[in-house]
T-cell receptor, first 114, second 116 residues
């Protein structure tokens, strides 16, 4: 299995809602990433998990809360979002050992905050 | 931190022509340089990558070159086809500070359009 999967594909939520994005991979990767991508822009790194521990938080607002329950799953909990948080949220994974940094992206969740 | 600049921002070619996209990076410690292709509404897809101990790598119609001294790398697509139309992102990463994974810094992207 060489895929990263994400659910849901689309999400519309109000500013007072709580929702979660899910990401799963079965490639044995021990590094997992959350990116935010606005239209016509490159992905922006939000969080990195290494061996299920949060390793990088790129100064992301606390209304985004990541969680890594096990080596295959990555969640992003959303609460009290703003309209400017509307974007494509991409999950990625990679190996850690040696220099095998290839990151493989999931299809993303298109989030709209109303 | 790392800074990656990518040019051109848009590139229009005729089918069968070659396309070249160039990137420069700032951190001499960067050691891995992937290229991603992203079609409209799709995920970024890794198409080719190169490591700092290699000067050139080729995969069918796609090649990447790296000049460590000048800190720039380029993507070359030969015999372009309409299905090559997409946004292409270069990226650089470094195993800095003892971290054991790659923190990608992306260029701003190039919109490639291949006209039939």
């Amino acid at each position: 299995d060489t895929e990263v999967t994400q659910t849901p594909k689309h999400l519309v939520m109000g500013m007072t809602n709580k929702k979660s994005l899910k990401c799963e991979q079965h490639m044995g990767h021990r590094a997992m990433y959350w990116y935010k991508q606005k239209a016509k822009k490159p992905p922006e790194l939000m969080f990195v998990y290494s061996y299920e521990k949060l390793s990088i938080n790129e100064s992301v607002p606390s209304r985004f809360s990541p969680e890594c329950p096990n080596s295959s799953l990555l969640n992003l909990h959303l609460h009290a979002l703003q309209p400017e948080d509307s974007a494509l949220y991409l999950c990625a994974s990679s190996h850690i050992q040696g220099a095998r940094y290839e990151q493989y992206f999931g299809p993303g969740t298109r989030l709209t905050v109303t | 931190g790392e800074n990656v600049e990518q040019h051109p921002s848009t590139l229009s070619v005729q089918e069968g022509d070659s396309a070249v996209i160039k990137c420069t990076y700032s951190d001499s410690a960067s050691n891995y340089f992937p290229w991603y292709k992203q079609e409209l509404g799709k995920r970024p897809q890794l198409i080719i990558d190169i490591r700092s101990n290699v000067g050139e790598k080729k995969d069918q119609r796609i090649a990447v070159t790296l000049n460590k001294t000048a800190k720039h790398f380029s993507l070359h697509i030969t015999e372009t086809q309409p299905e090559d139309s997409a946004v292409y992102f270069c990226a650089a990463t470094t195993n800095a500070g003892g971290t054991s994974y790659g923190k990608l810094t992306f260029g701003q992207g190039t919109i490639l359009t291949v006209h039939p």
